[in-house]
């Protein structure tokens, strides 16, 4: 379809939530660091996790390309190898650097929800629906 962009990205061995649309200003608004849309993601880990590597991401850690420390902006941990990681931007392999910034390293990636949407559990890979004026309102927090 002519001029359908995504909004942000997903690695190729990610799986999840992907926005598409013809909305530059939607894109701008969804992708852009400082409107701080929550992207949540499942992640599975290879190692054990502990409280104090959920600890770190919550306070910071610093990547390799930036001075800057970047912090999640919710982590739980759910089992001893997941997480529910929530971010508010979106650098380079963000979740797989922070990760791996506190000692562990990412096995399985999921994006599991943009905002207030969350990817329906009936929606099987590949598959796509159009989203209707309450998913919008969902994701953009209204």
């Not at 002519?2 to 894109?27: N, Y």
């Not at 600890?55 to 999640?72: F, I, Y």
């Not at 949407?117 to 927090?141: M, V």
Request: hydrophobic content about 40%; aromatic content about 4%; glycine content about 8%.
């Amino acid at each position: 379809v002519q001029g359908v962009q995504a909004v942000g990205r997903l690695d190729q061995d990610t799986t999840g939530l992907l926005l598409l649309t013809d909305d530059g200003k939607f894109i701008h608004r969804m992708s852009s660091p400082k409107h701080h849309v929550p992207k949540v993601y499942e992640v599975t880990v290879k190692h054990l996790l502990e409280m104090r590597q959920v600890e770190k991401l919550l306070a910071g850690v610093v990547l390799e390309d930036d001075p800057k420390p970047v912090r999640a902006a919710a982590c739980e941990k759910v089992s001893d190898l997941h997480l529910r990681l929530t971010l508010t931007e979106g650098k380079y392999h963000q979740v797989k650097r922070m990760v791996a910034a506190v000692g562990n390293r990412v096995e399985g990636l999921h994006r599991s929800q943009i905002g207030g949407l969350h990817l329906p559990h009936d929606l099987l890979p590949g598959q796509w629906r159009w989203l209707d004026t309450e998913d919008l309102a969902r994701i953009s927090g209204t």
